[in-house]
């Protein structure tokens, strides 16, 4: 598995990997490569839907 941070924008996850929810629930993204979520603005967390731009997130 391998982690990208992509400047001001998501985490790009690659790989094997699985995903829990809050009561550790597997959540089936469906695909290979997922982008979460680190602004808090996207509808459909924890994957990224590009609200970032629009809320203008700037990682520190």
């Known amino acids: 598995m391998t982690i990208t941070v992509c400047p001001d924008g998501p985490l790009l996850v690659r790989g094997g990997y699985e995903l829990l929810d809050g009561d550790d629930r597997p959540i ?5 490569t997922v982008a979460l979520c680190r602004c808090g603005a996207s509808s459909i967390k924890p994957f990224c839907d ?7 997130f700037r990682a520190r």
């Not at 089936?28 to 290979?32: K, L, S, V």
């Open 28 to 32: 089936d993204p469906g695909r290979a």
């Open 50 to 56: 590009g609200s970032h731009k629009r809320a203008r």
